[in-house]
Structure formats: C-alpha cells, structure tokens
C-alpha cells in the first residue's frame, strides 16, 4: 500500500493532447484533399485546436508543480507533453503556409506526407493508452518511426522532382518550404515515440 498516492491524471492529458493531434492531422489531410477553397477552413478549425492543445499543456506543468509523486518521471512527462505539443505547432504551421501559399493543384506528394502525418497521430493514440496500462507502447513507436523514414524518402524524392522539373523558381521555393514543413510535422511525431522508448526502458 502507498503511504503517498500517484498522481495518474497525466496518463489522461497525453490522451487529451494525442486525440486533439489525431483531430488536426484529421483536418489537415480533408483540406488537402479537398483542394485549396477548403484548406483556409481546415487552418482556422486547427487553430481551435491549437489552441485547446496549449491549454491542456498549461494544465499539464500545473499540476506537475503541484504534484509530489507522479507515475513518471516529471521530467519525461514534461518532454513528452512538449513533444506532443510540437507536434500540434508544427501541423498549424504546415496548414497556414499552404494557405499562405495557395499551390494550385496540390501536388499528390503533399498529400501523402498529409496521409503519413495523419497515420502518426492514429498510432500515437494508442501508444498512450498502452502507456497507462504498462501494455505494449514499442509496437506503436517502432510503427511511428516507420512512417517518419517513409516521410523522409516521399520528401527527398518529392524536391528532387522539384528541382528537375519546375522551371517557376517561386513556385519551387514555395513547394520546398511546404514539403520541409510538413516533414517537420512528422520528426516531431518521431520525437514522441523516441521519448515513449526512453520512458518505457527507464521504466521497465
């Protein structure tokens, strides 16, 4: 029996943060697919959840200060919570600069980073519910960490076209700068499951 009770309500803000990122990524590939009339509407409703990310991170380093004893280390729930929080930064950031940018038509290379993103965010989802119940997290990281590579190589191929075949340099630079933002958008993903490693070897 524990003379001092763990705080277990971080397992509950992780799923808060995962779910909103699965929300976004969500959103941002409708609007991709959707084409540029509708991605000015995906950026303003990710916005929203941005900004309801940033709320329950605050929640989070609140509690974490008021916390004597928590299931984690506090500074592993800490990195994972900015991790998760990068993630959601770098999602915004990719929609506005489309946006900004307006590419018409959108390259079906961005829309497969988009599908990659999207498939992080589903497999970041029960990584954390896996994480609560000491199950089995690796699975979902080493999935993550696949996706991430696969985004890598789509990317390189994707610029290399760039450069071989636009003549518009504008339109080039425009196009390079969405594809390195959504790329961003899926290290950060990998920083997720390399810290949900890091926490389950600590803890194991």
């Known amino acids: 029996m524990r003379l001092l009770p763990r ?11 995962a779910d909103i990122i699965l929300k976004a990524a969500e959103i941002l590939l409708a609007g991709v697919r959707a084409g540029n009339n509708k991605l000015a509407e995906a950026a303003a409703d990710i916005v929203k959840l941005e900004q309801k990310g940033d709320e329950v991170i605050h929640e989070i380093f609140v509690k974490l200060n008021q916390t004597f004893i928590t299931p984690l280390d506090p500074e592993d729930i800490h990195t994972l919570s900015s991790n998760l929080d990068d993630v959601l930064d770098c999602i915004e950031d990719a929609a506005h600069r489309m946006v900004a940018y307006r590419i018409e038509p959108i390259p079906g290379p961005v829309i497969e980073v988009c599908e990659i993103i999207h498939a992080c965010a589903k497999a970041m989802v029960p990584a954390f519910h896996e994480l609560e119940r000491n199950g089995k997290v690796l699975e979902h990281c080493i999935e993550i960490n696949r996706l991430e590579d696969a985004a890598d190589q789509l990317v390189r191929r994707a610029v290399a076209d760039l450069f071989a075949n636009t003549t518009d340099a504008i339109a080039l630079i425009k196009l390079k700068e969405i594809y390195e933002f959504l790329e961003e958008a899926t290290d950060r993903c990998e920083d997720v499951a390399d810290t949900l490693q890091n926490v389950i070897v600590k803890n194991s």
């Open 7 to 17: 705080e277990e309500k971080f397992f509950h803000y992780f799923l808060e943060q």
